[in-house]
């Protein structure tokens, strides 16, 4: 596979609710959705397995994202991965690497238009050291308490892909 080609895609339908500050699932003309609310830093989390084509490169996260009512301002927005792997870490306790971010990302000046952001990450460190082939899990949170839209932001899809 290429560099750029997609490694895995997550909906609002498969997501699993942070342990603390949780985005809420919602609707939105038929379309699912998580809302991450613009005063407390919300969260999602999916797990899954790195596919074996995966090449050992950065990630790149592409967060596709409309606004329940805002057509003005930014949102940011943090990924973080944890290396679940075999015997990589106790499923007891959370291991998510440093988050990194997406800031001032314009939000759509029509309501219900989309965004896409993009957060890099480079292989290592910055991505727990995911191997091919092993388990992880990525969690996404609205960093609202540096953003400045109002009301909430709608992920629609989360696309990771490799760098």
Same mark, same amino acid.
């Given at each position: 596979?290429a560099?750029g080609?997609?490694?895995?895609r997550?909906?609002?339908r ?12 919602a ?14 830093g919300e969260s999602a ?10 090449r ?13 009512t805002?057509v003005?301002?930014?949102v ?7 290396r679940?792997? %075999?015997g990589?870490?106790?499923i007891d306790?959370?291991?998510? *690497?440093a988050?990194?971010?997406?800031? $001032?990302n314009? /939000?759509p000046a029509?309501?219900?238009?989309v965004?896409?952001a993009?957060?890099?990450l480079?292989?290592?460190?910055q991505?727990d050291?995911?191997?091919?082939g %092993? ?8 960093d609202? *308490?540096?953003?400045?839209?109002a009301? $909430?932001a709608q /992920?629609l899809?989360v ?5």
């Amino acid at each position: 596979m290429a560099s750029g080609d997609t490694l895995d895609r997550f909906s609002p339908r498969t997501f699993e609710p942070a342990a603390s500050n949780p985005a809420t699932p919602a609707g939105r003309n038929a379309h699912p959705v998580l809302e991450f609310d613009d005063t407390a830093g919300e969260s999602a989390v999916w797990t899954s397995i790195m596919p074996r084509h995966y090449r050992g490169g950065g990630l790149t996260v592409r967060v596709h994202f409309a606004m329940k009512t805002a057509v003005e301002g930014t949102v940011d927005w943090d990924v973080c991965f944890e290396r679940i792997g %075999e015997g990589q870490q106790d499923i007891d306790e959370d291991g998510f *690497a440093a988050a990194q971010s997406a800031d $001032d990302n314009t /939000v759509p000046a029509t309501c219900g238009h989309v965004a896409v952001a993009e957060i890099t990450l480079s292989d290592g460190a910055q991505i727990d050291g995911i191997l091919a082939g %092993e388990l992880f899990r990525m969690k996404l949170t609205r960093d609202a *308490a540096s953003d400045d839209a109002a009301g $909430d932001a709608q /992920v629609l899809a989360v696309e990771v892909r490799e760098s």
